[in-house]
Every structure is written in C-alpha cells, then in structure tokens.
C-alpha cells in the first residue's frame, strides 16, 4: 500500500510569508495527525483529525497554524504569517485505530529565513 | 501528563559494538511504549513496540527492548551494530493520552 506522503519535502520561506504543507494519509485511515520536530528537541504533537474533524488541537502553537482536511482525506497546515521560531520538520501520521498502528510520513523540513 | 526522556543525544560506535539506548517515561498509569527509527532521508519507522506481558520485547533488524516497569524505563539494545543502523531513534510513549508523547531523539552514528 501507498504510504503516508507529504510534500513539499524542502521549504524555505521568508518571516512574514506563508506556507502551505500537505499530507495526504493512508486511503481509508480516518484518523491523521500533526506533528513538529523544532531542532534537537522531541517530536511534539499539534493536533489531530477523525475524517473531517478536529479531535485535538491542544498542540497547534498559535493562531498562526491553521489545519484543515475537507472531505476527511489529505490534510493542509498553513503557517502565516511564518516566523523565525516555526522553523523545524513537520511530520504528519496516519491510524486507521486511534492511538495505535501509525504510519508516518517523511516530513517537511520548513525553514524560515 | 505522561513525558518522555533520552538521555543520550548523540551516539558513536564501531561496528559489531554493543547499543543501550536510555529511555524513561513518566506515567503512573497503565503505558504503551514504542521505539522509532529515522533513517537519513526516510520516514518514522516503528521498531518495536510494547502493550502488555513479556517485558522484552523484540524488533525488527535485531532489536529488541526491555519494559522494566520499577524503573519506569523502555530501554533500547542490539548486541552487535551495523553501519545501516546509522540513524535516529525515537522513544515514544502513550499512557494518559492516546497520542503519542516522544523524547528527544538519539542520533546514532556507526563508524564501519
């Protein structure tokens, strides 16, 4: 089966603007999930979709980050403006059961100059 | 909250050396524990998990952890590493919530 993709692999982007970064899951996984690595630190969780519907964003940093999945399948975060600070690799996963048996992507390495 | 700590940042070894990798958590609760593995350029990949009963569980490519519930520890071990073992491993782990909780990562480096 297709894995967990997520494009682009590579951004950079100056402070101020935005970006888009997609992930689409496993067909037929309901449930899709956002993480970010920052530099050197853990993989910390933003937040968490059930098809179409936020389950948990209890991590999603601020205002800033906006996450969608219309339709339940492939999922968008969009950072804007971009800062400094939200420089850092974007994971996305993908369960068909809540909790258990993720499948990750390769992330999005986003860099903010 | 349940949280999640590596100790060791940065590893390098020789080939055919032995690995520990610390991990301990802290959850008071009933806990599942995972190690992940990134290779250069890969995805996250599940190595070993552990839900209930034997207490050493084994992986894939080798590995194998041990669940020692007093110490509140999942460490990671292969008694004999390869270079394609080069890579970073992740120790996560799920007790008072469903989503996953990781550490910082270990960055293994092995010298042919």
């Known amino acids: 089966e297709a894995g967990v993709t997520q494009f682009p692999s590579h951004s950079v982007i100056e402070k101020g603007q935005t970006v888009t970064l997609r992930c689409d899951p496993i067909s037929g996984h309901d449930n899709l999930y956002w993480y970010r690595r920052v530099m050197g630190k853990e993989i910390k969780f933003l937040l968490h979709f059930v098809k179409e519907s936020k389950q948990d964003e209890s991590g999603m940093p601020n205002n800033r980050f906006l996450a969608e999945r219309t339709g339940g399948t492939y999922s968008t975060l969009k950072v804007q403006p971009a800062e400094l600070e939200d420089s850092g690799v974007y994971f996305c996963?993908?369960?068909?059961?809540?909790?258990?048996?993720?499948?990750f992507g390769s992330g999005t390495r986003l860099t903010v100059v | 909250a349940q949280s999640v700590s590596q100790h060791n940042h940065h590893v390098i070894l020789s080939e055919a050396a032995s690995l520990e990798l610390g991990c301990n958590y802290s959850y008071g609760g009933t806990v599942n524990l995972f190690w992940y593995v990134q290779y250069p350029g890969q995805h996250l990949q599940l190595l070993l998990k552990?839900?209930?009963?034997?207490?050493l569980v084994k992986g894939i490519k080798g590995f194998e952890a041990e669940f020692i519930k007093s110490k509140f520890s999942f460490n990671l071990r292969k008694p004999s590493v390869q270079w394609s073992d080069t890579a970073e491993y992740f120790c996560?782990?799920?007790?008072?919530?469903?989503?996953?909780?990781f550490g910082r990562g270990t960055s293994l480096i092995v010298h042919p």
């Open positions: 996963a993908s369960s068909q059961s809540r909790g258990f048996g993720y499948t």
């Open positions: 996560a782990v799920t007790g008072g919530s469903y989503i996953p909780t």
């Open positions: 552990y839900f209930s009963g034997d207490p």
